[in-house]
Structures are given as structure tokens and as C-alpha cells.
Nanobody
Framework: QVQLVESGGGLVQPGGSLRLSCAAS??????????MSWYRQAPGKERELVAS????????NFADSVKGRFTISRDNAKNAVYLQMNSLKPEDTAVYYC?????????WGQGTQVTVSS
């Protein structure tokens, strides 16, 4: 059974930074074969893709709303993916979810709350 566990969320002031982590585990889970992504869902809104990184880490994509502020990285030796969020804005407030995807396999974490407020 694959488990994705997010951490690092919290309350931060506008302009501040947070680093989210996602730890992956599972008996048959080969982390370095999966593309990894961060999604977020704000109250009353649909879940949206924030950033994604390919299995080897060589390809990254970002939502236009976070380009230049967020970075995504992974450590395949630690089965972990990270989202560094800088210059946070109130509109970044949402539950952030970690996603692992390989062909028809699709796994989600439970989410971590990020609140940007003064």
C-alpha cells in the first residue's frame, strides 16, 4: 500500500515562506519511477495543479500563478518531494496535496493546510 504524507504547512504572513515535504512509502512503491506533483484546493474552488516534477527530476512545470515564487524538487534516495514556497500571498491559502502518478497508478496524500494571512 502506497502512502504519501505531507508536512510543513501552517500559518504564515504575506511575503513569507514555507517548505512543504511529502514522504512516500509502500512495499512495491518505486518512487523514482513516479512523476510527482503538488496540487492545492482553496475553499469553494476546484483542485488545481501547482507544480510537477518528472521521475528523474529533469522536467518541472508550474502554474502561472506560482512561477518565480515556488520551486519543486525531489530526493529519490529519500523517497521525498518538496515544494519551496516564497513570497506567499493570501491567494495561496489552500490545502496542498501531494500526488504520485505512473501510467494508470495515481496516489494522493491527505493534504496539509497552508494559510497566508496577516
Amino acid at each position: 500500500q502506497v502512502q504519501l504524507v505531507e508536512s510543513g504547512g501552517g500559518l504564515v504572513q504575506p511575503g513569507g515562506s514555507l517548505r512543504l515535504s511529502c514522504a512516500a512509502s509502500g512495499l512495491t512503491f518505486t518512487f523514482n519511477r513516479y512523476s510527482m506533483s503538488w496540487y492545492r484546493q482553496a475553499p469553494g474552488k476546484e483542485r488545481e495543479l501547482v507544480a510537477s516534477i518528472s521521475d528523474g527530476g529533469g522536467s518541472k512545470n508550474f502554474a502561472d500563478s506560482v512561477k518565480g515564487r515556488f520551486t519543486i524538487s525531489r530526493d529519490n534516495a529519500k523517497n521525498a518531494v518538496y515544494l519551496q514556497m516564497n513570497s506567499l500571498k493570501p491567494e495561496d491559502t489552500a490545502v496542498y496535496y501531494c500526488n504520485a502518478r505512473l501510467k494508470f497508478l495515481d496516489y494522493w496524500g491527505q493534504g496539509t493546510q497552508v494559510t497566508v494571512s496577516s
